[in-house]
């Protein structure tokens, strides 16, 4: 349990001087609390002792100071100590989200692939919130409830060591005796809660996002049903674990209240010694004892799925970036890019049939080349293996004669361009849209690009740049996309570019259009360009063909 939870306990001594500070304002509150109600016990009940005769000459000015003054400082430490422990545990939270993406936005896209989105959501949503927990209500607490413990033994001791014993013994037992019950018995539905939600969540996001789809095939119902089981499942669980907690509350109130029966039987056996008000303080300091007690049963039970969510994230965490980007690389001529393939064989991990064999291949800098192939036959794969979004699994990729590793990320992105299959259109302006190819743009290179790409119809509305794209935006078709691709290639202004069936799914009079403007605006640059279909041989300087694992040349 430590190894799986010492990253996070490690994390604390970042924030030390806060939690001290958090755990002297929590014993504060926790001693001013369980002082105003033995006090509170002791005045009443001297007060009914003393009665009508004690008006002049008891003194009910002192006691009733310590009370609002302990009421005070309860109020005051309290609110000082949420304020210094939620602060507390939202850095740290927010310590280990920042942490978590920069561990995850090295690894390679092999790496991230494993995981699913939603699942991803949910480690940096739930499991890290799920964390807070080990501070705020396992630390805290027993390292507050077991020092009150010595508090109340003193205090208690100084009137009488035989109470003050049973009084301690007892909460001793209880903080050391219930963590181990609830945490045995909430380990298992603990575990599955974690782990049920995070599967509700990844149902729940395929089943919003394939709506068009299911809504078609009228599979709406038989998906809901699915994620309505999930859901049964997990809300049983969270039953089970609540009826727990209650069972929990019953047996701190069931150890309280037999405690404080002890504590009169003793106190009681020794009346004659003590004045019956003090016997009404040593009861009120036992049912006080509840607030040390409450807490603890709740963090324990919650301890199994706080284990998940921990082991969840260290596996994320513990993963190591297997593409790596040397931090000062290569230097290479800024507007030239050759290519050059020297044996490259690929297999998908865990995938026992390689895409690639021994494929070798050169491409001078300017030349434009087509790959064509079967569906499936790789072509996608040798784009990103161009781009280290993969690795080969034998051989070398040469960029300008350098070895594609050799160059650091910054060096490697400024040498190509990408015009992807899909192009993301983000919900945001039609300038920023755009800027992602070359930030630095200026508005009238924006304009004149979108001329270039024939989008300038775009510029029509009012909003001109400003015209919000994406969701809740000016909805884009197909081609348009595909344009707004071509768009931030060409922004990118890389000395190679790398195209993956830009005219795929495109009328034959659209594809012309986009095919002219790729031959206007790529004079003098290195182009690849998957394709399917060949409408325009001529535009080429060469085709090469993918086909059983290997290219030829055309
Ligand atoms: N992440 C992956 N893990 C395992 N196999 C994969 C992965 N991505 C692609 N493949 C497989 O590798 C092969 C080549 O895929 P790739 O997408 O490169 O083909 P393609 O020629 O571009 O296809 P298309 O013409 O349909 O776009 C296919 O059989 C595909 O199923």
């Known amino acids: 349990m430590l190894k799986i939870l010492s990253p996070y306990i490690k994390l604390y001594s970042h924030y030390f001087a806060m939690i001290i500070l958090g755990m002297v304002l929590v014993l504060v509150a926790l001693a001013a609390s369980i002082f105003l109600l033995s006090l509170s016990g002791w005045f009443l009940s001297a007060t009914a002792f003393v009665g009508v005769a004690g008006l002049y000459t008891f003194n009910y000015m002192l006691p009733a100071a310590g009370v609002r003054g302990a009421a005070i400082l309860r109020t005051v430490s309290r609110y000082f100590e949420r304020l210094v422990n939620h602060d507390t545990t939202f850095k740290i939270l927010a310590y280990l989200r920042t942490n978590a993406f920069k561990k995850i936005l090295p690894l390679s896209a092999m790496q991230i692939a494993q995981y699913q989105k939603a699942d991803l959501l949910n480690r940096f949503i739930a499991d890290i919130d799920h964390l807070d927990h080990l501070y705020l209500r396992l630390f805290v607490p027993i390292v507050s409830g077991l020092l009150t413990t010595l508090f109340i033994y003193l205090a208690i001791g100084y009137f009488d060591q035989t109470i003050a014993l049973v009084i301690t013994v007892i909460l001793l037992m209880a903080i050391l005796v219930i963590p181990v019950i609830f945490y045995q018995a909430g380990k298992q539905i603990g575990a599955q809660i974690a782990a049920q939600q995070s599967e509700y969540r990844q149902n729940l996001v395929s089943y919003l996002q394939g709506q068009a789809e299911l809504t078609l095939f009228n599979a709406k119902p038989r998906y809901r049903a699915q994620l309505d089981t999930v859901e049964q499942r997990w809300l049983d669980n969270q039953k089970k674990q609540a009826t727990l907690l209650s069972l929990a509350t019953a047996l701190i109130l069931l150890i309280i209240g037999l405690m404080t029966l002890l504590i009169i039987y003793l106190a009681a056996d020794g009346i004659s010694q003590y004045d019956s008000p003090i016997i009404a303080l040593f009861i009120f300091v036992g049912l006080a004892c509840t607030e040390i007690l409450a807490p603890i049963p709740a963090a324990f039970l919650f301890l199994g799925q706080v284990l998940t969510s921990a082991q969840r994230m260290n596996e994320l965490m513990k993963q190591q970036p297997d593409i790596l980007f040397p931090q000062h690389g290569a230097k290479t001529e800024p507007n030239v890019c050759s290519i050059e393939f020297n044996n490259i064989a690929f297999a998908y991990p865990n995938q026992p049939i390689t895409v ?43 960029l300008n004669k350098v070895e594609i590793s050799q160059f650091d990320e910054p060096t490697l992105r400024n040498m190509m361009a990408v015009i992807p299959q899909v192009i993301t259109i983000f919900s945001d302006t039609l300038r920023n849209n755009l800027l992602i190819g070359h930030p630095q743009a200026t508005d009238q290179q924006l304009i004149d690009v979108l001329k270039s790409v024939e989008l300038e119809k775009l510029l029509t509305s009012d909003n001109g740049l400003e015209l919000w794209l994406g969701e809740g935006g000016r909805t884009l078709s197909g081609g348009e996309k595909r344009r707004i691709g071509i768009a931030r290639a060409l922004l990118h202004n890389a000395p190679l570019t790398l195209m993956d069936e830009p005219t795929e799914s495109l009328d034959n009079q659209t594809e012309q259009q986009i095919l002219a403007i790729i031959k206007k605006c790529y004079q003098g640059k290195t182009v690849l360009m998957v394709t399917h279909r060949l409408t325009d041989h001529e535009m080429f300087d060469h085709t090469f063909v993918l086909d059983n694992k290997h290219v030829s040349i055309r």
């Open 356 to 398: 690639f064999e021994a494929i070798s291949f050169n491409i001078k800098h300017g030349e434009h080349v087509a790959l064509v192939g079967k569906t499936g036959c790789g072509k996608s794969t040798l784009l990103n293996l161009i781009t280290r979004t993969w690795q080969p699994t034998t051989g070398k990729i040469y």
